[in-house]
């Protein structure tokens, strides 16, 4: 079974502190994705990654950045954080190629709070 | 712009009912469609993935299909049980968009002993 782990369940910081969010998966992925869920909104697309070193803007990347070094990890950077950017945080991975269906695998999530 | 619409937001039935979840999209130039549970404060978990040229794809209890020229899918759940109990998106993957899925809002669903 595919296994996406995030680092946190649960993260409280300040405004205005770097907070960085790590995900894993061991299945040798090439795309990752990170997701924001809110009430309302549903799940909204940040970042995402089809190969190390490699990243693309989502829907809403402001305030956001990320870092693939390696193939099997995603982090997700706020700079500065905001109370805004309270919320929960998911992460995702598939592989790349159309003929294997791309399923897309979560992590459990990290819900962060600013405070 | 791709939009998926789920409807209703929310359902509730007794136990061993059947039911059907609605998904809608606005952009019929999808390449897949894709369902998933998500229980409360976790990810969530595919159940089922419809690619454009499949009408229906089956799995143990559920069944999804799929009218892309309508631009609708449904998930049917049978002899529904307690367990059942979650929310239920349903994202599309366009031809067009390469890795990104848009998402629906979801139905959450909640099966009564």
């Known amino acids: 079974d595919v296994k996406v782990t995030q680092s946190s369940r649960y993260l409280v910081k300040r405004t205005g502190e770097k907070v960085f969010l790590e995900c894993v998966q061991d299945?040798?992925?090439?795309?990752m994705f990170w997701y924001r869920q809110d009430p309302g909104l549903g799940l909204r697309l940040i970042y995402f990654s089809y190969d190390v070193k490699m990243k693309e803007k989502g829907d809403i990347p402001e305030g956001y950045s990320v870092s693939r070094e390696k193939k099997e990890r995603f982090s997700l950077i706020l700079e500065s954080a905001s109370t805004n950017q309270t919320s929960m945080y998911l992460c995702?991975?598939?592989?790349?190629?159309?003929?294997?269906?791309?399923?897309?695998?979560f992590g459990n999530g990290t819900r962060l709070t600013v405070t | 712009k791709q939009e998926v619409t789920q409807i209703p937001a929310a359902l509730s039935v007794p136990e061993g009912e059947n039911l059907v979840l609605n998904c809608s999209f606005t952009?019929?130039?999808?390449?897949?469609l894709q369902w998933f549970r998500q229980d409360p404060g976790k990810g969530l978990t595919s159940l089922l993935l419809?690619?454009?040229?499949?009408r229906e794809q089956t799995s143990g209890r559920l069944n999804a299909s799929l009218d892309k020229s309508s631009g609708r899918s449904t998930l049917y759940i049978a002899a529904s049980q307690p367990g059942d109990s979650a929310t239920y998106l349903c994202a599309v993957r366009m031809e067009t968009s390469g890795s990104r899925l848009t998402f629906g809002e979801g139905t959450q669903l909640t099966v009564n002993p």
């Open positions: 419809i690619q454009s040229s499949q």
């Open positions: 995702a991975s598939s592989f790349l190629h159309l003929r294997l269906g791309q399923k897309l695998h």
């Open positions: 299945m040798d992925h090439e795309n």
């Open positions: 952009d019929s130039a999808i390449y897949n």
